[in-house]
Every structure is written in C-alpha cells, then in structure tokens.
C-alpha cells in the first residue's frame, strides 16, 4: 500500500477549530484533522488534474488524508480510550506517565473497593503510557470596519489554536490501484516546503513545516492486535462518521455499520462521545453537510462474533469504516493490546535518541539576547509577585488573629502602621541585596523593625502558637526570595496598614 509519513512542525500557531462557525467561543481540537492536510493538497494540485483524477485523489476514498497526532520521540500518541477511568479524587499519572496500577478499564467491571470511576479524556497517550498535551493558546480579536478603518462594532472574537512548535505526525495513505502518476504529483507537492493549514491562513496563522519520514525508523503507526477470539474491541483513532442501512448518518453504531457482517453491539462495555459539525468549503464559500460523528478515543465492544475475524476481515476493518474516510475519518484499531485486560500494559519507558553531531551555539545576536534577557525579567517578576501576594494574604490574617486575641474592635488600629511598612518599603526600594536589608530591617539598635517597638511587639496566636508581628514578618523574609518580593511585600502591606488602620486621606507611596 502507498504510503507517505509527514512529520508537520508548526512555524506558527494553527487555529484548527472544533466548529467553523463565526459565533460564540472557538474551542480548538488538539490534533491537525486530515481535511486540514486535503485541503492543503488539493488548494495545490486540483486545477492540474481531470475531473476523474481529482475524483479519484480528492473524493473516492482510495487516497486518505490522515490526522496529525502529537509526536514526541518521534513517536505518535492515540487518542485517550475512553474505556479507561481513574477513583475519582485521585490522580493516574505519576509526572507525565499513566501509573497502571491507578488505570481501569471497564470493559472488564469497575474498581473492585467499588470507588467511583472518572473517565479519563484529555490528551493522547503512547504505547509507554506516556501522556502527550497539546499546548493551545487563545487569542482575543476584533473586526475592522473596512469603511472607516476602525474598530466595528461589537465584532469582538478569540480564536483558540494550538502553540507554534509542535511536532505532529501525519500519514497520507492510498490503494494499490490509485495510479503511480497521480501518487508521484502527490509525493511531489506534500513531501517537502511549507503549508498553510487552519483558520485565518491570511493572517499570522497556519504556517507548518513539512518533512517526509522513513517508515521504518518510527513504531508500527497503528498499536498491535491481541489473538482473534469471538469479540471484538474497535478502538477509535479518528472520528467516525457511519451510515444506517438506509444511507442516513447514524450514532448507533451496528455491526454491519463498522463493516463486520454478525455479532452485535455491548452497550454496557461501550464507551461513547459525540460531535456534529459542518465542514466550510472555501471553495464554493459556503458550508458542506453537517457530519455527525463518533469521536476518537470512543470504544466499541462486539460480542458472539462467530467465527472470530479472519485477517482478511481485520484488515478491511483497519483499513477505514464508514465514509468520509478521505479526510482521515473512519480509522480504527482492532483488539488493541492496551485494551486487552482490566489494566494496561505498557512498554518500556522510551528515551530520545540523539541524532547528528553536537552543535556548537554560535554568539547570539544583540537583540536576542535583549529578548531573553526580558523574558528571564517577566519570570521573575512574575515569581516576586506570587510571593508577596501570598506573604500579603498571610499579613492581613495576623491583623484579625491580633484583634481577636486581645478583644480589640475592627475600628481600633492594632499592628505597624502604614508609616512603618512604608520605611520598608523604602528601604527594599533603594537596596540591591536581600541580606542587606534582612540586616537593616532586624539588626543593631538602629534596626527599623524591633522587638518592643510599636506595633510590631502586638501579638496573635496563630496555628505556631503566640508570637508578635516582628517575629512573623522575621519569618515571612525568609519565604521572600529576593529584594524584588520584598519590595512588592513592603508596598501592599502599606496598603494592608492603611486600611486595618483606617486613616483616611493618607498618602499611598509612590509604586
């Protein structure tokens, strides 16, 4: 069978939506449907051919535009079964692998202490148990007005897409008859280059690096099948858009349906979501049939299939069901052997393999290391605040404990005032090192913070037992990483004073 692998790096982000609808909120799938590779193809090569050769590449099936699933290791993930669920409260993953021993399936019954199941959905997960997540990024936008060149009027919209810098893996696949013409143009004008995939091509969207690959050098594409028995788990790898016997979309899957010829469907060891939706041609400029479909990850149980499949009926199976097949639908796994017990077994952890020579980083241009040197600040900055916000919300629960401690009513000020935070404040503001200040702060006679001072010697009980505002904020420094959280720490609890203190016309300090 012709087959033709694609390796697709996003150059930018790609806005691959669930709906093409222009209303309401984008949410974004978190693979590269094979329209998105079709369409590509055919924007290329449908002029050049004849109506019977574009019919064959583009329409008939023969050739099928498969989806692009993440690639990590140079290997692919599959859609999360949907058979497979986790004791609700508790996490199956231990970093980024499923833990087995947290994994059930369900076909075989639920947990056995009779805890209650979560259906495990998002992501896609390797033959190691490796779970693969798809970065996505949303972005806020608003229509021109083409008449005045302004904003229009409430054209506000986002699109959500998925993050510049992926890998995803795509298989492009055709019949033994499809002419080696027509396959050759095909290998020609999508083995290499650039492509525009996605919404908002025209834009600073879409753009996807294309490398062919070696079959060989990657695992099997599809996970392997267990031994035939009399029933039979169909493992959705695509969304799967299926035909009742009179030619109408059906979400009922029977087993002439999915092309197997008896048996019948256990609907108490099937696992199945939905979606519907209506392809945009850009074409005709308008909108192709709704589909209504089986999402991938779902699983299909067939039981009293007898006799079991024959290899010839497997690969029928596998090669594609129902229709639609041309832009990557209908794919499936037959007895995959991740689904063959109550918990999965997965293979041994895989590792990245260097590949070529070490590179030697060259000197890095001005303005890229301005860049980075920003983008290092933005985290730190960023780190400095979450700490004093948590250091602030520490502060404003010691005022209340200090108040409760001693009977003293909310209006009644209690604690340091906002004249003394401010000298912290300040002092954080005009020094460079944390220990410097910590000296300042708490050293010597001349220390801004004392132990008998005003305000500071007020105490509370907390859950370490009693102690006074200097000795708690003694301890707060030391969560307070750098001179950085300190200064953002000293500004708010200025704020914090000034209203537990109530002092109306005081003057905050200046940011």
Same mark, same amino acid.
């Given at each position: ?17 669930? +709906? ?9 799938? #978190? ?28 329409? =008939? ?92 009027? =409430? ?27 027509? %396959?050759?143009?095909?290998?020609? *004008? ?10 908002? +091509? =025209? ?12 079959? =060989? ?48 469907? #256990? ?26 479909? *089986?999402?991938?990850?779902? *699983? ?20 594609? *069901? ?47 290391? %301005? ?28 005022? +209340? ?25 300040? +002092? ?43 000795? %708690? ?39």
């Amino acid at each position: 069978m012709p087959t033709l692998i694609l390796k697709l790096t996003l150059l930018d982000d790609v806005v691959a939506s669930e +709906r093409p609808t222009t209303e309401g909120g984008h949410a974004s799938l #978190d693979y590269l449907p094979g329209a998105m590779l079709l369409g590509a193809a055919a924007a290329r090569l449908y002029s050049k051919l004849s109506r019977g050769e574009a019919y064959t590449l583009f329409h =008939s099936g023969r050739v099928r535009f498969g989806d692009g699933l993440p690639l990590a290791d140079d290997t692919p993930g599959w859609p999360m079964p949907l058979c497979w669920h986790a004791r609700k409260g508790e996490s199956p993953f231990d970093g980024d692998h499923l833990d087995a021993t947290k994994v059930r399936n369900l076909q075989f019954g639920r947990f056995a202490d009779g805890a209650q199941p979560k259906q495990l959905r998002d992501g896609h997960v390797r033959a190691d148990g490796y779970r693969l997540t798809v970065r996505q990024s949303l972005r806020m936008k608003t229509a021109i007005d083409p008449d005045t060149g302004r904003v229009a009027e =409430s054209q506000l919209f986002g699109y959500e897409a998925i993050q510049a810098g992926q890998c995803f893996l795509a298989r492009i696949e055709a019949d033994p008859d499809v002419p080696e013409p027509l %396959w050759a143009q095909l290998n020609e *004008i999508m083995g290499r280059g650039e492509l525009l995939l996605g919404r908002s +091509r =025209s834009a600073e969207f879409g753009r996807v690096r294309v490398e062919t690959l070696d079959g =060989s050098t990657i695992p099997a594409f599809l996970p392997l099948s267990r031994a035939a028995s009399q029933e039979v788990t169909l493992w959705c790898l695509a969304d799967l858009a299926l035909l009742d016997a009179w030619g109408q979309p059906t979400l009922a899957p029977s087993p002439q349906a999915l092309g197997v010829s008896r048996g019948c469907v #256990d609907w108490e060891r099937s696992f199945l979501r939905f979606r519907r939706y209506a392809p945009w041609n850009a074409y005709r400029c308008a909108y192709d049939l709704e589909r209504q479909v *089986i999402r991938r990850g779902s *699983i299909i149980t067939l039981t009293d299939v007898v006799p079991p499949l024959t290899d010839a009926e497997r690969g029928r199976v596998t090669a594609g *069901i129902g229709v639609h097949r041309e832009a990557g639908l209908g794919q499936v796994s037959v007895d995959p052997q991740l689904l063959a017990g109550p918990a999965p077994v997965f293979a041994a952890p895989m590792t990245t393999q260097p590949t070529g020579a070490p590179v030697t980083p060259g000197a890095s241009h001005p303005l890229i290391a %301005w860049l980075a040197a920003g983008q290092a600040g933005s985290a730190t900055r960023s780190a400095a605040e979450q700490q004093a916000r948590g250091q602030a919300k520490a502060l404003v629960e010691r005022y +209340r404990l200090a108040r409760a401690f001693i009977g003293l009513a909310a209006n009644q000020p209690i604690g340091p005032s906002p004249a003394q935070w401010g000298s912290v404040y300040e +002092r954080a503001r005009t020094a460079d090192d944390l220990v410097a200040i910590q000296q300042a702060l708490f050293a010597g006679d001349n220390a801004l913070c004392k132990p008998c001072g005003e305000g500071w010697q007020d105490r509370f009980r907390d859950e370490t037992g009693v102690r006074s505002f200097f000795d %708690w904020f003694q301890a707060a420094t030391d969560q307070l990483e750098s001179v950085q959280a300190l200064r953002f720490f000293g500004r708010e609890a200025q704020r914090i004073a000034q209203r537990e203190h109530g002092r109306a016309g005081y003057e905050r300090t200046p940011a």
